[in-house]
């Protein structure tokens, strides 16, 4: 029997708790056995299996540990990482990569060193909507594109109690939250763009940071517009595609977050499918038919991610998120922080 890998989990919040360590426990060949926790004991409360250290030494000392995911705030990402390639672990990320693109070169090039596996963790390349977009481009059912538009919104007037996304921290705040995932959905759909044009906005009244943003990348014949905001009863859709040919839009996000804080299991029965009522809508000119009509959304899959992962470090898989992927994001982000408070549109 092959060796499952030994994983170790830094951090158990939100992201920890949520998202990596369900996703880690339901992919075959990987093994969560250690969580760095510095006061508590949660996650052994729900995988008694584990072992709780209290520290990230603890768990780089570790020689069982072969795979280090790093789930701690932002502002922690670049130190813990870089601890954990020069121990010679492998590394998983959570998104965004790090602060600066200084950061996340210097990170790409120690992990080539040190020859350890480095990639981050943009899960929502594998939400059914963006999958769903991905295969009707590939289909190129709606002709020349010329507009992409993407948006989270939700709506949650009031800050949440020690949530450090929400203080004035580097990398805190929603662009380099939300911003991460839509800015590498657009980078994997179309490449690099030729600008960038941002507007941050602190919309609610005690906001310490940017809960709102609006980014403008330009391509020589497409406009991509990404959007975020935190005062939205009633959402924008989600995804809106437009072509020569016709249009696909779709509203609601991906239902696999609020399955895993429900405590579903990974990988079960019709994990990440959606209602009908949440299918998106295309209207287009295809073959001398017009189709008019819902499209089922394609099942979304974080296991995917894991699973490429696991390959990747038990058979050499290629990577689905490179980390030079991961620091074109970085790139992306840093220069809309730029464009906003220069006021203009920037090159990138």
Same mark, same amino acid.
């Given at each position: ?162 949530? !450090?996304?929400? *203080? %004035?921290?580097?990398?805190? #705040?929603? +662009? ?5 995932? $839509?800015?590498? &959905? ?84 019709? !994990?990440?499918? *959606? %209602?009908?009522?949440?299918? #998106?809508? +295309? ?5 001398? $038919?017009?189709? &008019? ?56």
């Amino acid at each position: 029997m092959t060796k499952k890998i030994q994983v170790g989990l830094v951090g158990y919040g939100m992201a920890g708790e949520v998202f990596h360590a369900p996703l880690i426990m339901a992919t075959s060949g990987l093994q969560l056995k250690s969580v760095v926790e510095r006061h508590a004991d949660w996650s052994k409360a729900r995988y008694p299996q584990v072992t709780v250290v209290r520290s990230l030494e603890e768990l780089l000392a570790d020689a069982e540990i072969d795979l280090v995911v790093i789930a701690t705030p932002n502002t922690h990402h670049f130190d813990q990482a870089r601890q954990a390639i020069l121990a010679g672990k492998h590394v998983v990320v959570d998104k965004p990569f790090t602060i600066t693109g200084a950061e996340a070169r210097e990170l790409i090039n120690l992990a080539g060193r040190e020859e350890v596996l480095l990639t981050v963790f943009q899960n929502r390349r594998w939400d059914g909507g963006f999958l769903t977009v991905q295969e009707i481009l590939a289909q190129n059912v709606l002709g020349q594109l010329v507009s992409y538009e993407a948006a989270f919104d939700r709506f949650r007037p009031e800050a949440k109690p020690n949530a !450090w996304r929400e *203080e %004035p921290l580097p990398g805190s #705040g929603i +662009l380099y939250d939300l911003g991460a995932h $839509l800015v590498d &959905q657009a980078l994997l759909l179309f490449g690099w763009p030729r600008s960038v044009t941002a507007v941050l906005q602190h919309q609610r009244p005690h906001a310490q940071t940017d809960d709102a943003f609006t980014l403008h990348l330009a391509y020589d014949s497409l406009h991509v517009t990404l959007q975020a905001s935190m005062l939205r009863r009633q959402p924008r859709p989600h995804l809106a595609v437009h072509g020569t040919l016709g249009s696909y839009v779709k509203f609601g996000l991906d239902p696999q977050e609020t399955a895993l804080k429900n405590g579903r299991i990974p990988g079960e029965p019709d !994990w990440g499918a *959606e %209602p009908a009522a949440a299918w #998106g809508t +295309l209207d287009t000119a295809w073959e001398r $038919l017009h189709v &008019q009509g819902k499209v089922e959304t394609l099942p979304g899959d974080y296991l995917a991610f894991y699973a490429n992962v696991q390959a990747a470090i038990a058979h050499g898989a290629a990577l689905a998120v490179t980390p030079e992927q991961a620091r074109d994001v970085i790139r992306v982000l840093e220069t809309a922080v730029q464009s906003y408070h220069e006021q203009r549109t920037l090159p990138v």
